[in-house]
């Protein structure tokens, strides 16, 4: 058996543990049949109710015509749906469904359910710890995201042709 070192060990452990967390029986199967842009769209879309396709594609980070295939994709799902601006045929404006709604409101009741379950094992002590370590963490994670990635600069890919 190979040697672990013990962050490995500590990562091995972590994900023994919450496996069955990513098993499509723990949730509704609706969220699976969504990539993370798609899921990232419809939750940004639900909190505004209504938004432009510009909005779209810098809150997901991806060019104008790759949120068009988002929302493309979404709009076949029936999930939500595109409108043209009465005064201005050029803006375009997406909005949920009510089977949209329904979804996403799905999806947040399961995971809802998990945390509920969670925080009710926890002592009030606890709560406020573990919610000052999340936002540590993520106050971490984000600020190594961002040292990364300057503002305004462009992600170039090579594509190697052959």
């Known amino acids: 058996m190979k040697e672990t070192s013990p962050i490995e060990e500590f990562i091995f452990n972590?994900?023994?543990?919450?496996?069955?967390l990513f098993f499509p029986?723990?949730?509704?199967?609706?969220?699976?049949?969504?990539?993370?842009?798609?899921?990232f769209v419809?939750?940004?879309?639900?909190?505004?109710?209504?938004?432009?396709?510009?909005e779209i594609a810098e809150y997901i980070d991806?060019?104008?015509?790759?949120?068009?295939?988002?929302?493309?994709?979404?709009?076949k799902k029936g999930v939500v749906i595109r409108q043209r601006d009465t005064e201005d045929k050029r803006v375009v404006t997406v909005s949920m469904t009510p089977e949209g709604m329904q979804v996403l409101r799905d999806e947040l009741n399961s995971i809802s359910f998990?945390?509920?379950?969670?925080m009710d094992s926890l002592?009030?002590?606890?709560?406020?710890?573990?919610?000052?370590?999340?936002s540590k963490l993520m106050d971490?994670?984000?600020?190594?995201?961002?040292?990364?990635t300057k503002p305004g600069e462009?992600?170039?890919?090579?594509?190697?042709?052959e």
Do not use: C
Not at 14 to 20: A, N
Not at 68 to 75: D, P, Q, S, V
Not at 123 to 134: A, F, T, Y
């Open 25 to 39: 029986e723990k949730w509704k199967n609706s969220f699976l049949d969504y990539s993370k842009n798609e899921i």
């Open 42 to 54: 419809l939750i940004y879309v639900y909190r505004k109710g209504s938004v432009n396709m510009s």
């Open 140 to 148: 971490a994670v984000t600020m190594d995201l961002s040292e990364r």
């Open 123 to 134: 002592s009030e002590e606890e709560k406020i710890l573990l919610l000052k370590i999340l």
């Open 114 to 118: 998990y945390y509920n379950h969670l």
């Open 154 to 161: 462009k992600k170039i890919r090579k594509i190697t042709i």
């Open 14 to 20: 972590f994900v023994d543990k919450f496996k069955p």
């Open 62 to 75: 991806v060019p104008l015509n790759t949120a068009t295939g988002i929302i493309g994709r979404l709009e």
